[in-house]
């Protein structure tokens, strides 16, 4: 398979070949709603139209996108936000009959110039954190959702028997069918929908299908992912990418959403009528270039994908290990990005939307199934990429197998790897304390390593399993803390201490002891504990780049604001910076890759046609990302107390994490915290870590100050109205729900400064209610 | 599939070459029916010094593995062939191509390459162009796939 050059047809994956009858599968569907819409050409970027589908009533129709809609919100997730504000309520939770669930596109979406075009941004309200959370994910259902006529799609409603949603923009329908015979674990319904639903059998008619789904572990658990398909036409098979986040999945199989459909006809490299094709081909070719060029020196995506960060994870002390505990571990290098290299077929395309270079998702082909009902089956797996093998270290899991094995499973049963790793490693933790024990486990032997168990676990989630913990530990972390603590099962500050979550939804992985910034980049964020918002932590730990809380502040300003502008416009974020130009380090802010700036603005533009420059760009960001927390205020969230992290992020929990790094933790108590060295040898492991905590605790606390001011959010984290009018908005049901707020925080006390500050520091502002001087 | 074991490929004699691009024309007439040359031609003629060079694809081949919607291939006769109707236009062989002898016209969105068709042979008043048989075991390469700096 390595020489290269072979036809397309030639391709061979020595998978299992499934035998099913899909005219019987197909003839068992019954129409539930249909409806015709006049196709219409998409204008620089957008239909301009948004598709509403309600389950309920079968109410179908199209809602039109107003250029007001476009300047506020620009488009993606910012559209997503949008339409929840008009349909959903304060009260609303994830599996109310009005949530939203939510797939948007953005304007630069479906371009194919430049690599990374292909997201979907997909939004809802989330069962583990009851706001709204958003993700993004590759695959071809966003950009074949914008060719067939949407920028987006809204489903509110539940259907009352399993239905699969067509948008079939090849005749211009959007049906409802009950779909009643079809698996519903994603690698497998995904396929079977995808040789429906294509015109032809053939390849090219079966890539322009596209299907959303999610499996058995979604409909049974809070970790839900939506598995976007993306048919390879050399692998033969429907490949699939994660929206992976927040229980978005639970929320399409508790809809009785078995699959979404999105077909398109022809398609080509300027579906999108850009307004500059020519600036679009030049700028992306360009990037193609480096990318042939400046890749193996980099982050070898195009060999390994994100798995090299792997190593230097590990390298840097970063790499989460027996969750969280520790940041490498003695057998890491079992799972080292060539372990798997070795298991991934080469010289394929392997973008997840077509044009992408930088190439990141691998995949293996003819694996085969360890456990399970797959067990002896042979399957592609698409991946793994770091978080999953993160996730697999943090759950003491070394053997590239069960990295696989447990990647394959999670993926079908379609649930997210992050956040199913990071509980699992934090109920083997309360394993090894006696907190939880094989009994209370429900006959699991939950120990570090034990990957039987984890697979064990994970069947009998997707089974239904009705043993109580099954039942709690599927609900994820914070219902686990919440239970153990209630059961009276253990010391509830070391159970809270140790789970690694925020806002009800588990942490992705990466360590984050010894970076104050990226602490905030975890908590001081929208959804939760997910880095897409800020990866600071080179720049702050390594680098010491941002030393002060007011750079810091700036950090966690700029860079949560750039990378949520990726999501407004239907786009990947690693073009951005995990390839870079050549003289990037000779710049002048290296951190924020200005070549690469310029080339967003340049595409933003070239298909747009708008004449944005790069300060523009952070506002389209800074009024989503203001807008989306004041709707988490809306929702009964959004504050200080939300926003707070669990302590293992901030530093050692145990006294064997103390005393695995003694000698960093004790530099640090005489060169931050003023002890001198015969003090600090005068005190024992406990009462050093009890200094270490209060001060850790206090820095963060100093850190959410400085963020919330530099955001223009009061001392408590609520968005200002001052703030939300300077961003260009006039809604008043907002700013009025805002400015109540506002003034209950200020009748409870809550409208001051979280930071202990001492006579030589300084809060961010004398004055606590600076914004109302504005 | 019967596959080719060999292709033609250009070979250049540039003492022969009176740099009149006659070959340029030529070729710009085969892809976009015109006579404009230059951009529009898969073939061009430099001026190098006092003499000139070609610069044209060479059939390594090396982008058909970069094609994600499989618009190129290696026909029976050897050529790298791009399936305009296929094509999405998303310059993944332009940008990959070693030798930057995929090309892209303003006018389109799908790149173009050379044929090996012989037009600019044909056209060349002083016979400097000629199709040469390789055998393209010689000539293949793929897209760099190893792990780590090569």
């Known amino acids: 398979m390595t020489e290269g050059q072979i036809a397309v047809e030639e391709y061979k994956t020595g998978n299992t070949k499934h035998k099913w009858d899909l005219k019987k599968i197909k003839s068992a569907h019954r129409v539930v709603a249909e409806y015709s819409y006049k196709k219409g050409k998409i204008e620089r970027g957008f239909a301009n139209r948004t598709l509403y589908v309600n389950l309920s009533t079968g109410q179908i ?44 596109t953005g304007p630069l979406c479906g371009i194919t110039q430049y690599p990374g075009s292909g997201k979907s941004l997909c939004l809802s309200v989330s069962p583990a954190t009851d706001i709204i959370c958003d993700c993004n994910v590759g695959g071809f259902f966003g950009p074949y959702l914008k060719f067939a006529g949407f920028d987006a799609i809204e489903i509110q409603g539940k259907a009352k028997h399993d239905v699969v949603i067509i948008i079939d923009g090849e005749k211009g329908k959007i049906i409802i069918e009950t779909a009643p015979l079809e698996e519903t674990n994603s690698h497998l319904v995904n396929e079977q929908l995808t040789h429906i639903y294509a015109s032809e059998d053939n390849d090219k008619s079966r890539q322009k299908i596209s299907v959303v789904s999610a499996g058995k572990g979604a409909e049974n658990s809070y970790w839900g992912c939506l598995n976007f398909s993306f048919y390879d036409i050399r692998r033969k098979v429907p490949r699939m990418k994660q929206a992976g986040r927040g229980g978005l999945g639970t929320v399409l199989r508790d809809k009785n959403i078995k699959a979404i459909v999105a077909k398109v006809d022809n398609f ?14 030049e700028v992306g070719t360009k990037i193609h270039r480096e990318i042939r060029d400046l890749d193996r020196y980099q982050c070898n995506m195009r060999a390994v994908g994100t798995g090299h960060l792997v190593e230097i994870m590990d390298e840097y002390d970063l790499l989460p290990c027996e969750n969280y505990r520790f940041g490498s571990f003695p057998k890491s290098s079992k799972i080292y990005s060539p372990k798997f290299y070795e298991f991934f077929t080469k010289i394929i395309p392997d973008g997840c939307w077509h044009g992408c270079t930088m190439a990141c998702a691998k995949t293996v082909d003819g694996f085969e199934v360890m456990t399970g009902p797959y067990k002896g089956q042979k399957v592609t797996v698409d991946g793994p990429e770091y978080e999953t093998i993160a996730a697999c270290a943090n759950m003491s899991i070394w053997d590239p197998k069960w990295v696989l094995e447990f990647n394959f499973y999670c993926d079908t049963y379609g649930i997210d790897t992050i956040s199913t790793g990071t509980a699992m490693a934090f109920y083997m933790e309360m394993y090894e304390y006696g907190i939880l024990n094989k009994k209370r486990c429900n006959g699991l032997e939950l120990s570090f390593g034990n990957h039987e168990a984890v697979l064990e676990f994970m069947h009998r989630m997707a ?18 803390k919440d239970w153990l603590i209630k059961k009276g099962w253990g010391d509830p500050q070391l159970i809270e201490d140790c789970g690694m979550e925020s806002k009800g939804l588990e942490y992705s992985e990466y360590v984050t002891k010894e970076s104050l910034a990226m602490q905030g980049g975890y908590g001081l964020t929208l959804k939760g504990p997910q880095h897409d918002e800020a990866w600071l932590i080179f720049m702050d730990m390594v680098n010491n780049a941002i030393p002060t809380f007011q750079d810091k502040a700036e950090a966690l300003h700029y860079f949560p604001m750039w990378r949520t502008w990726f999501g407004l416009n239907g786009l990947c974020k690693l073009p951005w910076n995990d390839i870079e130009p050549a003289n990037n380090a000779e710049t002048d802010e290296p951190a924020k890759v200005p070549e690469h700036v310029q080339n967003y603005v340049d595409i933003q533009n070239a298909v747009t046609g708008w004449n944005i420059d790069k300060e ?14 004041a709707m988490n205020v809306w929702m009964g969230r959004g504050t200080r107390k939300d926003d707070w992290i669990p302590y293992r992020s901030m530093g050692p929990v145990t006294e064997m994490e103390y005393l695995s790094r003694k000698e960093r933790y004790d530099k640090q108590l005489i060169e931050k915290l003023g002890l001198t060295k015969k003090q600090v040898e005068q005190m024992n492991t406990r009462e050093k870590m009890k200094s270490l905590y209060d001060y850790r605790r206090d820095q963060y606390h100093k850190l959410a100050d400085a963020v919330y001011y530099r955001r223009g959010w009061t001392p408590n984290g609520i968005p200002t109205p001052q703030k939300i009018k300077k961003l260009g908005f006039q809604d008043s049901k907002m700013i009025q729900m805002l400015q109540k707020k506002i003034d209950e925080d200020q009748k409870k006390g809550l409208n001051v400064w979280g930071g202990k500050y001492s006579k030589n520091e300084k809060p961010p502002s004398i004055n606590p209610n600076y914004w109302e001087k504005w | 599939m019967e596959k080719a074991n060999t292709v033609k490929i250009l070979k250049f004699y540039p003492e022969k070459c009176d740099g009149g691009k006659a070959c340029e024309r030529a070729c710009s ?20 010094g006092n003499s000139f060079k070609m610069h044209v694809c060479d059939q390594r081949g090396l982008c058909i593995d970069m094609c994600p919607v499989g618009a190129l291939s290696r026909r029976k006769n050897g050529v790298v062939w791009l399936d305009k109707n296929t094509c999405i236009g998303c ?27 012989g037009a600019c042979v044909r056209a060349c008043p002083n016979g400097a162009l000629e199709l040469v048989e390789v055998k393209i075991d010689e000539i293949k390469d793929v897209v760099y796939h190893k792990q780590g700096a090569e």
Request: charge should be positive; hydrophobic fraction near 35%; glycine fraction near 8%.
């Open chain 1, 463 to 480: 089974k239904k399993d009705k043993a109580e913990f099954i039942q709690i530990a599927s609900k994820g972390i914070r219902r686990v």
């Open chain 1, 61 to 104: 129709k199209e809602k039109k996108v107003t250029e007001d809609m476009k300047k506020k919100f620009t488009g993606g997730r910012g559209f997503g936000l949008k339409l929840m504000w008009d349909s959903i309520k304060h009260s609303t939770r994830w599996d109310s009959e009005e949530n939203d669930l939510v797939i948007t």
């Open chain 1, 616 to 629: 523009e760009l952070i506002l389209q960001s800074e009024r989503c990302y203001n807008w989306q927390r």
């Open chain 2, 29 to 48: 007439q085969v892809h976009f029916k015109s006579d404009e040359g230059g951009e529009k031609s898969a073939i061009r003629i430099i001026k190098d």
């Open chain 2, 91 to 117: 310059q993944a062989c332009v940008g990959f191509c070693p030798i930057g002898a995929m090309r892209k016209s303003k006018a389109r969105i799908e790149p173009f390459k050379c044929i090996s068709c």
């Open chain 1, 268 to 281: 080509d490299g300027v579906s999108n009528n850009p307004a500059d094709p020519v600036k679009l081909a």
